[in-house]
């Protein structure tokens, strides 16, 4: 079957399609008669389109064939044998539109092509085409250009309508596009004929869905705008209006006032149209192209379909033509005639003398009795009857603007008093003159000339008149009509079922309205579009147009159909006929396609079988003489069009030869004829769609049903709280909710299954809303199936059963037509039954699935996806149906359990499992006359003894048997967060029952299917949520997160009612691991908040705490108190004492080394500390110079110390307090002189002393024991001994106890856990890191002996350690940079500290080093050899001193990791040491560098045989000259250069020897042989190297280097040239020797 589809377009086919069978046939012949001309083409026909006497196919393959009358070519082309359009070969044409005269033909690419006449600009301005073009014979393109944009745009167009005088194109953007002529075209124009197509500015804006075309009329199907008011719904007894979300739309347009008429724009315009029309141009080509029966203002009923079975044209003659097309109806002004209106009674003294004759024609026409009534006016039964059947559906929004008398005194939209068409008639005189004096002013409704004028509202946006802004875009919906709960809905199921078709949808209706076939109650013209109030809300899907009548297909397979009704084509005999009536049919059918036709209407139905039904309504001929006789009467009769017709049926008439056509498709209209397009069922395929969308239309209607008959009268009721009861009242709210999410979701899948088959043959399967939708079809049904079984589980279907009878009364039978076949209803309708049938739904899904599935191959994608579908809805259908019963279970539960105390365990969403009230189960060691009943729920277990109720929840409940022992119990053990117990069976079936009955419980709490579960399988490890009540750390505390049989263990967050939290990982009951909490502080009223590792419950590791007080902590912690190293720093809010400490902490307190950096003060102290106070060895230095180390006690300078001021003045003494001298002392000045004895007073406010002062003579020589006591760091604390606590917490988190003391295989996986920890639970690492962190993962043999081979893998694993803070290692590296950079930087910048701080790095690189061994310990000590030889040259870098032998020490280790991170805050230090030298040096150097390169090699003493002669300049030798400067060893300079851009000292002797090794090349082409450098012509070469670099802090370097350097390269050729530099930098301070 498939195969036949997919066939190439090209390829032809012998034998007729099974899929797009075309049958055509005449609408006026008798019923009986009808004889189908069936066309045989070789490709399925996709589309037909009939015109006035022609018509268009669209075969598989994009081929267009044309037949009938084509009068732009004089031809007249056989139905049996079309002809193909050659044209448009090629151009992928997708859809086809047949216009009066015209044709259109959309490809694609969105392209339009147009042809056929052209009197009116309906073909447009072609490609090929000039204005002149009266017919366009071949379908040439019509460019359509959006010229707003710029640059202007070409518009996609996916839909084309035609009509007599008009085309309009629908684009991809849902815009409408126009032209031709007339005002049907709906444009702010006067110009006619409108050659080019134009944007309908009234519509912009809008989502328009479909357009269709009458003969001078416009429809539009455009979705209605979201409403602005999206509250949810409110219990009815707040709602003033009474509004439902389940009424109706005829109840809900009930509360409109009369204002619903509309206000239209008409003004002189309208007589411009219609004089216009009316012009020479189209009176030649019009008596050419127009045969007998159709002239230019001839009625459509008075031709016929102008070709016959042989081809002939059935013409014979051309009628004179009518002058114009002007309506009967309209005066050349525009206003509208004296003629009769629309009107439920009449004036007896009425200008109507025909009035009797007209009631007449009325019943006759009627084919039944109608009662008659004494006629007081004229009755027209083209647009109006005096009498309304019985049964008729009278639209609640007003007719016509002339319905009430403004006098008559009635509130509501019609008036049983006669109206007297002189008063109305005058009232329309009145509206004349008023529109004269008005440009475009609106027609006044007489009903509401008595209202406010705050009620006035305009029909069209962008009106004037009422005071809106004039542009079309700006329009909102309209805020006076009430939003109901059910528009909200409707609005919010658009996300939920993206890409299914809207219900929510407005008809808009323009152009001549002489028939009413406008659909706004009067027989005006419109110019623009506007909508037609009643059918907004009524979900309309389709509308259809026909010459002087308009269709319009609801969701709700019903037709509503206004106009002309003079060959009953309406369907009905409703008046009026100028709004929107039902058609009447009969029930049981359910109209799915309709078309209409020029007076007649073709409607597709579901019949009592799958196979669709055809339905007609309009003309019946019965004999030549006959039709011949009623078109001779026509002629006296009214003058209006179409003319009338005698014979027709009230209601629409069945067409016997429909099932003969196969399963048909879609139907279609145009002139005298219809066509339809039916499909042969092949393996079942068609049948089955049809069956699946008739289902889904059935289902649909009665979903609307129930809502309208049923739920929405009991929601409305105003005692429906006191009846249900709280409780069920809110429920029932939600299940009418649900309920209508169920409707809107099944109306939008039925109207979409429609257009499925209008296009079943080029339809995916694949692509049905049952596959593309599935998960919002699984949600709904979920979400309904909970709502019903949670209002039927409280019983509210007892009240609600009371309640119906209350508001239905008599009127129970109409629930009767609610109970569908399959249900066994007996006297009162069961409302459980009632609404739990819509499940059953879900199977007939899977059914209808399985059905298709079976006509494809099992290996096909087709069949995969359906078999898919088809579990899915029957697992679904099972799983509710199981929900069903557990819900009438539960029910009968509580029905026989009622009682004050199970009442409280009642609860809507609460399902029962089962119980033991057959004393199956009890309590282990319970008492003899002890009362124990145990209820299993499917959310919770409830123990009940007595009175009392203890409820444990499911998702906290773990279950184990208890393994049988010789006592013979069959016991059952419960495991709950808080407590324990265990529960005894009487039996073991009944204990094997209730194991399985709750592990299945338990299971599908926690999300699994629950089926299946064995007893003592359900999840161990679970996430769920809990509330503590016992006593505990946990009381009353809130707990979301993980468990483990029956404690908090894993991830979660816990949460006090008094404003605590913690969030993080919990093990066996506990905090533990990473975790952060907030606490708060009662004090301050606010709250302290940590980030960090705890255990056992308690504040232990790493984190940062945040005080209430503005003070942050960041360090260890141990039992919940800062122990170890840490960072303490004041917040913002302790601006009076701003200060931040880091060292050690024992107990919460300050105890150890440690640095207090007082920034208040401006002094920083360096030493150590005891219970929160300074006490001990230390260093303070202040912002003013000062510097001072010594002892102190108790927070104060006590004892010996020593006091340097910045202009060295030193003092060594005894010291009582801060800065207090208080005893023996010395004090030595700059200059040299010293002052020695008792000294007492404050250092900044003045000394008293009693002792001697002595001035050294010029020859004495230095006081070696004097100098002893100012020398710097004999009261410092060892640098050995700083510290420690960063080492120690590097150490712990390696595993060890305290130093070296650990295993090494522990400390590995501690580093791997905290890398894979990290990567856990860092999903935002970006992409380097995640690298580095895997790199990590790869360890180095650590066990082996380092080799060269493998030396070079511990290093560069090293690097990449220090580089990432996750590492311990890398931690480590970080944090001794902050507490060096916090010792050194800011106030701690005085060069007295310079020897510290280089003792501190070296330090540093003694303990790592152990921490680096302990991890690889086949590392030799520092200073040993690696013996074998390295792996490359670049090994000389680790600082060899004997060819092929490696040296590894810690600094040429480790030093390359930690300096560059130190090196600002050590440099800096070196910088102000050696500033005074650093001053003269630089003066030197700014004094020679101004001697030319000659005379400074001269001065400096280099033999002339070192002396350059030529310099290289861009690639040119240049010579040397006297006056030439920095043109000498140029690359040389430029190589020592780079010494300021290194950090290491290894580092910095590499651009030393770099620096040598250029000197060497740039000399050795001025010698011959060999040559080797002696000191004495090295140094001045070199000297003047030095000089040209112009090294800044040259003394800085050099010290940095001397310090730091490797030890093992000072006595080598590395050493030698630092030597060399060394000493230049000497000669240069001196310069006087030079």
Sequence with gaps: MENREERPAYEQVPTPPERGLLHIWQSAGPIEELSLGRVLLSRPVLQVTLGEHHGLLLTQGSQVYSFGELLWRDLSIPLSAPVLEESLLGKSVVRVAAGGFHCGALSEQGNVYMWGENTAGQCGLTEKGTVTNITVSEPCLVSVVDSEVVPPAVVRVMDLACGREHSLALSSQNELWAWGSGCQLGLVTNNFPVWRPQK??????????????????????????????????????????????????????????????????????????????????????????????????????SGSFPYSGDGKSSTAQKLPELDGHADHLTQTDGRPVSHPLPCWGANKNSA?????????????????????????????????????????????????????????????????????????????????????????????NIHQKGKTAGNRRCSLPGTPTHGRNGSPRRRRPCPCKPSSASRTQAAASEDAG?????????????????????????????????????????????????????????????????????????????????????????????????????????????????????????????????????????????????????????????????????????????????????????????SAIHELASRERHFYCWLSNTRKLLLTPLRNREGACPTLGEPCTHLFFSLCESFVRLSILIGRHATSLSYFLHDVQGADVKSLPLLTHTDDFLVIYKEYCFALGNFHVMGGFQSLHKLSLEVLGSQQSLLARLCVPDQSVSGD????????????????????????????????????????????????????????????????????????????????????????????????????????????????????????????????????????DTR??????????????????????????????????????????????????????RTATYTFTGEGSFKDAHYTGGWLAGRVHGRGTMKWPDGQTYTGNFKNGLEDGYGESVMPNKVLNKPDGYQGQWRDGKIQGFGKYKYASGQVYEGCFYEGQRQGYGMLSSGKQARTSSSVFIGQWVQDRKTGYGVYDDITRGEKYMGMWLDDQRNGQAVVVTQYGMYYEGTFKENKMIGPGLLVSDDDTAFHGEFADDWTVNGKGVLSLANGDCL???????????????????????????????????????????????????????????????????????????????????????????????????????????????????????????????????????????????????TYVGVGSNRRLLRQAVQEVQAYLTHFFSLVRFLFPGLPDDGCIIPDPPASPSKSRHNSNTEGVVVVSCSSLLLPLLLPRLYPPLFTLYSLQEEP??????????????????????????????????????????????????????????????????????????????????????????LEGNFLWCMDDLLPLFLYVVLRARIRNLGAEVSLIEDLMDPNVQHGEMGLMFTTLKACYIQIQHESTL
């Excluded at 017709?645 to 879609?666: D, F, K």
């Excluded at 204990?991 to 592990?999: D, G, T, V, Y």
């Excluded at 043999?1341 to 380092?1346: I, K, L, P, R, T």
């Excluded at 350690?1361 to 311990?1368: G, K, L, M, Q």
């Design 200 to 301: 309908v500015e009234h519509l912009a804006g809008r989502h328009v869905i479909q357009v269709a075309c009458g003969a001078y009329h416009s429809l539009a199907l455009v979705r209605s705008l979201l409403p602005q008011n999206n509250n949810t719904l409110r219990p009815p007894e707040k709602k003033e209006r009474g509004q439902s979300p389940h009424s109706s739309v005829t109840e809900r347009e009930e509360s409109l006032t009369a204002d619903d008429a509309h206000y239209c724009p008409l003004g002189v315009e309208l007589s411009e149209v219609l004089i216009g029309e009316t012009t020479p141009r189209r009176r030649g080509p019009r008596r050419r192209l127009h045969p007998v029966g159709r002239s230019a203002g001839s009625s459509p009923g």
């Design 829 to 964: 309708t069961d409302l459980v039954s009632l609404l739990y049938w819509p499940l059953q739904q879900l199977h007939q899904y899977s059914r209808v699935l399985l059905k298709l599935g079976s006509c494809y191959d099992v290996l096909t994608e087709e069949y995969q996806c359906l078999h898919q579908g088809c579990r899915h809805y029957e697992s679904l259908s099972l799983s509710l149906l199981r929900r069903k019963k557990e819900a009438e279970t539960t029910f009968l539960f509580w029905k026989s359990h009622s009682g004050k105390n199970t009442e409280v365990l009642r609860l809507p969403q609460r399902r029962v499992v089962c119980e033991s009230s057959n004393r199956s189960l009890t309590l282990q060691k319970a008492g003899r006359f002890s009362n124990h009943w145990f209820i299993l729920f499917n959310d919770a277990l409830v123990h009940t003894q007595f009175s009392t109720h203890h409820v444990y929840p499911l998702t906290c409940l773990w279950v184990k048997p208890v393994t049988e």
């Design 1236 to 1382: 020695e004895g008792l000294f007492s007073g404050e250092w900044s406010t003045g000394l008293k002393v009693v002792g001697t002062y002595t001035k050294p003579a010029a020859d004495e020589p230095d006081n070696k024991e004097r100098n002893s006591l100012f020398r710097l760091g004999q009261y410092l604390v060892p640098s050995a001994q700083r510290w420690g606590c960063v080492f120690t917490e590097c150490w712990s988190r390696l595993g060890c106890a305290a130093a070296g003391r650990g295993e090494r295989t522990i400390a590995w996986e501690n580093i791997a856990v905290t890398i894979t920890t990290a990567q856990r639970h860092s999903p935002n690492l970006s992409r380097s890191q995640s690298k580095a962190l895997e790199s990590l993962e790869f360890i180095p043999q650590q066990g082996e002996a380092v080799t060269t081979a493998n030396f070079d893998n511990i290093r560069r694993y090293l690097i990449k350690a220090c580089e990432t803070p996750i590492h311990p290692l890398g931690w480590l590296v970080e944090t001794l940079i902050t507490v060096y950079r916090m």
């Design 352 to 444: 109507f003398p025909d009035e009797m004759e007209l009631q007449n024609i009325l019943q006759k026409l009627s084919g039944h009795s109608l009662e008659t009534q004494p006629i007081n006016g004229p009755g027209d039964t083209d647009s109006l009857s005096s009498h309304t059947s019985d049964d008729s559906c009278v639209s609640s929004t007003p007719s016509t603007d002339l319905l009430i008398s403004s006098n008559s005194g009635v509130s509501g939209p019609y008036s049983s008093s006669p109206v007297c068409l002189e008063e109305v008639r005058l009232c329309l005189e009145a509206e004349k003159k008023g529109l004269q004096g008005q440009k475009s002013s609106s027609l006044t």
């Design 1477 to 1566: 030298e650093e001053a003269q040096y630089w003066e030197r150097i700014i004094r020679l560098n101004k001697q030319p390169d000659q005379s400074l090699l001269s001065f400096l003493g280099v033999q002339e045989k070192f002396w350059p002669v030529w310099m290289s300049i861009l690639g040119e030798k240049k010579q040397i000259v006297s006056s030439s400067k920095d043109a000498c060893f140029v690359s040389a300079v430029e190589t020592l250069q780079q010494i300021s851009t290194t950090f290491t000292p290894s580092d910095k002797l590499l651009v030393i020897q770099k620096t040598f090794e250029e000197l060497t090349q740039e000399v050795k082409p001025m």
């Design 968 to 1021: 013979g119990l069959y016991a059952i053990k419960i495991t709950c967060p808080e407590e324990s117990f265990t529960l005894v069976a009487s039996t073991p079936q009944e204990k094997n029952k209730w194991l399985r009955s709750l592990n299945q419980a338990v299971d599908q709490v926690l999300g699994g299917g629950g089926q299946g579960s064995s007893p003592g399988v359900t999840a161990i490890s």
């Design 498 to 686: 993206d890409g299914l078709p809207s219900l929510e949808t407005e008809v808009w209706s323009w152009g001549r309205g002489s028939e009413g076939q406008l659909g706004h109650g009067d027989q005006l013209a419109r110019l623009q579009p506007l909508c037609i109030k009643s059918l907004t809300g009524e979900e309309v899907i389709k509308v259809s147009a026909g010459s002087h009548h308009s269709l319009a297909l609801s969701a709700q397979c019903t037709v509503y159909s206004w106009g002309s009704n003079m060959c009953g084509q309406l369907g009905h005999v409703n008046s009026p006929v100028t709004v929107p009536q039902q058609a009447k049919l009969s029930d049981g059918l359910r109209i799915w396609d309709v078309s209409a036709g020029q007076s007649h209407s073709l409607l597709l139905a579901d019949g009592d079988c799958v196979q669709p039904i055809l339905l007609y309504c309009g003309q019946h001929q019965e004999s030549l003489s006959a039709r011949r006789e009623t078109s001779h009467q026509s002629q006296r009769s009214c003058q209006r069009s179409p003319s009338r017709a005698e014979i027709y049926s009230v209601r629409p008439t069945l067409l016997p030869l429909c099932m003969e056509m196969g399963y048909i498709s879609s139907v279609s209209c145009g002139g005298q004829s219809c066509a339809v397009l039916a499909d042969q069922n092949v393996m079942g395929f068609i």
